[in-house]
């Protein structure tokens, strides 16, 4: 075993949280090692892929809020690192004004809150004038009606990612992938911890744990046998259609709609550069949900799918049958669809990200700065209170 290297902080995980709480803490001035287990080009986590939806129309204010404020921050890095982050587009919620999605909320909703805050925003209250905003529209509902909020954007994964490595790295910090890490038992109130990864012992006195669906396995090491996060793995299928974009114009969107006899969401990106001449569309449900990421199967669901096929084909004119390409990525999902961003209970020098929810990839830069705030004073000026580990279900 080589000798123990010190630092101020240890950040374990190194998704996209794990590399923005890795930067705020290091343009703090503060030592910092990040560990990440796998390659960096290789997430089976909720960081891979090429594109997030950037929204801020939200059922609830405080998502709205945050998400209002994440977009700033979002800037702030891009400039920065001098890479395109965000994409601006328009997104449009359509569909039936009286359905709630369970993970997403609704259209109605949506709107009573931007009207609340005054975020601008337009509505058609008739599937006609949804037609003629969209004529690549096909089969439609005539309850159909469409909220569109202009200043929504796709997050441009790769980049991100790129973006607060490098920052980090600028600021001192040291990033070292396939390094997966334990920590050595320590009780609360231990004012220095032991992590140990790829045969290296490093200490620090603040954690900051952003392992994803392994926080459960990296906690008992840690020894805590009485603190496990009641999370489950849902494993979501993607899949990109080749559609005609010479003739057609595609919307970026979230259908809130009725297909083929099922009550199931969907969502889904123009074309864009990662699959020229392709609409990316995604199921906002699954049929597979694990407790383990030893769980997760190596392939998309085949009646996701099929399902994904049908719905292009109901909604859309020029789009192919079957999907080109297809891909899964995973939501860490809590009992109440919210993230915990908090301390670790009993620890009050280990911040934590745990139960991601499969939404949070956008909110990246305002919880890297809550995180550090968290690992370096204790608290943050932030409200966290929605995603505390104390509420309710979140730990058994």
């Known amino acids: 075993m080589a000798a123990t290297e010190n630092y101020d902080i240890i950040v374990i995980g190194g998704g996209t949280m794990g590399r923005a709480a890795a930067y705020y803490c ?73 359905k709630e999605d369970p993970i997403e909320g609704g259209i109605t909703t949506a709107k009573a809150v931007m009207t609340d805050m005054g975020i601008p925003y337009s509505y058609l209250d008739n599937a006609n004038a949804l037609r003629q905003l969209y004529p690549v529209l096909n089969v439609l509902p005539d309850s159909y009606v469409c909220l569109t909020q202009a200043n929504s954007a796709e997050i441009l994964v790769q980049n991100s990612l790129r973006a607060f490595n490098n920052l980090a790295v600028s600021n001192g910090a040291t990033l070292i992938d396939q390094a997966r890490a334990t920590i050595d038992p320590a009780p609360p109130g231990a004012q220095s911890f032991t992590v140990r990864a790829a045969g290296h012992a490093y200490t620090a006195s603040k954690l900051v744990i952003c392992a994803g669906g392994w926080v459960n396995d990296l906690l008992l090491t840690l020894g805590l046998v009485d603190i496990r996060f009641n999370l489950e793995i849902w494993q979501m299928t993607l899949a990109y259609f080749a559609a005609d974009i010479a003739q057609y114009t595609y919307p970026y969107y979230y259908d809130f709609g009725t297909i083929s006899g099922t009550n199931d969401s969907f969502y889904g990106f123009p074309p864009m550069d990662e699959y020229p001449g392709m609409i990316k569309t995604a199921a906002d449900f699954t049929n597979w949900k694990f407790k383990s990421p030893s769980e997760l199967q190596p392939h998309p669901d085949p009646v996701i799918l099929r399902a994904l096929s049908s719905f292009v084909q109901t909604r859309f004119i020029g789009v192919a049958a079957e999907p080109q390409h297809a891909e899964t990525c995973n939501y860490v999902m809590s009992r109440d669809q919210r993230p915990v961003i908090d301390l670790l209970p009993r620890y009050e020098n280990i911040a934590i990200f745990a139960l991601d929810s499969g939404s949070w990839f956008k909110f990246t830069p305002l919880v890297g700065r809550i995180l550090s705030d968290l690992a370096i004073n204790g608290r943050t000026p932030y409200d966290i209170s929605p995603f505390s580990a104390l509420r309710a279900g979140i730990v058994s």
């Open 26 to 98: 290091s343009a703090r001035h503060k030592k910092v090692l990040l560990l990440e287990q796998m390659r960096w080009n290789q997430q089976l986590g909720g960081s891979g892929g090429f594109s997030r939806m950037y929204r801020v129309m939200y059922t609830k204010d405080w998502e709205a809020r945050h998400a209002e404020t994440a977009m700033a921050l979002w800037h702030e890095i891009e400039t920065a690192a001098e890479l395109p982050l965000l994409q601006t587009h328009p997104i449009s919620f359509i569909g039936d004004p009286g």
